[in-house]
């Protein structure tokens, strides 16, 4: 049998925002990164234009978890937006100059990304996330990583569940030692959890997407101290 690479990412910053039904005038976040938002990301490290298609077939190709370390707070932004004219999401001039947005972001965050990417795009990947093309950023412009984004490439776990269940988890000062409960999405079904799907599978460069079905579960493990690794 052959090892499979995986790569380990870890997002973590002030804040993050990964939106799930965002529209002009409110932005939400959803609990965990899009895969949407990872393809925009990596796209970005990649430097690929907006309407390269492959984006979309980078997308195809990539299957994902994410295991929430640190679920983060939320947290609501105001922002007034004026123009004149204002126009809407369709190119329409709004009735009104002035827009109040709502922004959802999630506050001191920590991330555990697990991507499972054939060979052929996995040494682009990590090229591109070492010496990114243009800079990357945590679902929205304004959510600069606070660390390298790509913790390492592994063969030492089977597939992304195996990763999720038995990858460490960073210790900071003042963590708890006693096992955590820890919140996952998978792509891959696993005993105890919950199915779900999520419309943020490119099928384009540009703003088209289809669902993508997720599972959502718990696992139960050790904190570990790996700060030598940061």
């Not at 039904?21 to 970005?44: A, E, N, Q, Y």
């Not at 945590?138 to 038995?166: F, H, Q």
Request: proline share 5%.
């Amino acid at each position: 049998m052959m090892e499979k690479t995986l790569l380990i990412l870890r997002l973590e910053g002030a804040l993050q925002s990964w939106g799930d039904h965002s529209k002009w005038d409110t932005r939400d976040s959803g609990d965990f990164p899009s895969k949407s938002g990872i393809v925009g990301l990596l796209s970005c490290a990649l430097g690929l234009e907006r309407e390269n298609p492959e984006i979309a077939e980078l997308s195809a190709n990539l299957h994902m978890a994410v295991r929430a370390d640190r679920p983060g707070i939320r947290m609501l932004d105001f922002h007034t937006v004026r123009g004149n004219p204002l126009y809407n999401a369709e190119g329409k001039p709004r009735s009104s100059n002035t827009v109040v947005s709502h922004r959802w972001y999630l506050q001191d965050a920590s991330f555990l990304v697990v991507l499972d990417l054939p060979e052929i795009w996995q040494e682009r990947v990590i090229k591109a996330l070492q010496h990114p093309a243009w800079p990357i950023y945590l679902g929205r412009k304004s959510c600069v990583p606070s660390r390298p984004v790509l913790e390492e490439a592994t063969t030492a776990y089977t597939d992304l569940m195996d990763a999720i269940r038995r990858y460490p988890v960073c210790k900071r000062d003042g963590d708890d030692t006693a096992p955590q409960s820890l919140s996952y999405e998978c792509e891959i079904a696993a005993s105890g959890t919950a199915s779900y799907t999520r419309s943020d599978e490119r099928i384009s460069g540009g703003r088209d997407f289809a669902l993508r079905s997720v599972y959502r579960g718990v696992v139960t493990m050790e904190v570990q101290d790996v700060s030598d690794k940061n």
